[in-house]
């Protein structure tokens, strides 16, 4: 059993940064590769960026590559998101999530449904 819990979202302007944090509880927390995902007003949950149980291979949606990173830090149990470049469009509830696959495959990273654990989300406002 994982409980993750985010921090770090706020109310920013257009161009500005945030840095999400997403802590874990449970001892096995290395073993798990981690995401990020956004839920917008009215939308459907979307896949943001995701990271392997090492730290070595990362993953992120089109829309935010080359603004967003996404790290972990195995030894304090706690993933992050930095924001950087923020655009009014990337307002949304952001959650991180567990996939207990320890090796999944490139889809499975990208797909909410392969993630059995979930945070209670962090509400990101981009004024413009």
């Known amino acids: 059993q994982v409980q993750l819990v985010e921090s770090g979202g706020g109310l920013v302007q257009a161009g500005g940064s945030l840095r999400l944090s997403c802590a874990a509880s449970g001892r096995t927390f290395s073993t798990y590769p981690m995401g990020w995902f956004r839920q917008a007003a009215g939308k459907e949950r979307e896949f943001v960026a995701a990271?392997?149980?090492?730290?070595?291979?990362?993953y992120y949606a089109d829309f935010v590559k080359g603004r967003f990173t996404i790290s972990r830090d195995n030894a304090k149990n706690t993933v992050s998101l930095q924001l950087n470049s923020l655009k009014p469009e990337d307002t949304a509830i952001y959650y991180c999530a567990a996939n207990v696959r320890r090796y999944p495959s490139s889809s499975q990273y990208y797909r909410a449904q392969e993630y059995p654990y979930w945070g209670q989300g962090t509400q990101v406002t981009v004024s413009s």
């Open positions: 990271i392997s149980w090492g730290g070595g291979s990362t």
